[in-house]
């Protein structure tokens, strides 16, 4: 396993729409367990192939990373698609890798249907709610270029990039 560099913000390939994989097959795999890795030794709970400059719609979840005690809760998706999503929405803080150091809220649906493939390229659909179903959705949105953070006003946004740039020069 190897670790992965993790691009932040404003890095321009964070805007890249990423091209799904014909099918997860072990290559796809190795990088899955690589991120996953990576992932953890950036203390995330989730990480999308395009935040390791890999244009290839991937992600890696667990739900439980960072919190003591409790077994993790891994998820390998690969071409993940939102089949439905609930009305209700929420607005919750989240984070990100790309975004280090920030958290903001953003609204989202809080409950999504999901179609993906998993590690073993099985076709897989579940309905989720709640943390998990948020984190998809900030995982997919990597996907096609979207960072949380494109999900507040403008004015905000501007402040916590100018935040980003000015950290990365100490
Ligand atoms: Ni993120």
Redesign the pocket.
């Known amino acids: 396993m190897a670790l992965l560099p993790v691009l932040t913000a404003p890095n321009p390939r964070l805007k890249i729409k990423a091209e799904p994989v014909e099918r997860v097959d072990e290559e796809v795999r190795r990088l899955m367990d690589d991120m996953l890795e990576t992932m953890y030794a950036s203390d995330?709970m989730?990480?999308?192939a395009t935040?390791v400059g890999i244009d290839k719609r991937i992600i890696v979840i667990d739900l439980h990373a960072g919190e003591n005690g409790k077994p993790p809760r891994v998820m390998k998706l690969a071409n993940p698609e939102v089949l439905w999503a609930s009305e209700e929405t929420a607005f919750v803080d989240?984070a990100?890798?790309?975004?280090p150091n920030l958290y903001a809220a953003v609204g989202r649906p809080t409950s999504i249907k999901i179609r993906y493939l998993n590690e073993h390229n099985k076709l897989v659909e579940i309905e989720e709610d709640g943390p998990l179903a948020r984190c998809i959705q900030?995982?997919i949105d990597?996907l096609d270029g979207i960072?949380?953070i494109d999900h507040l006003s403008r004015l905000k946004r501007e402040i916590m990039v100018r935040k980003l740039m000015k950290a990365r020069k100490y």
């Open positions: 995330g989730g990480l999308a935040q989240e990100c890798l790309s975004v900030h995982e990597h960072l949380y």
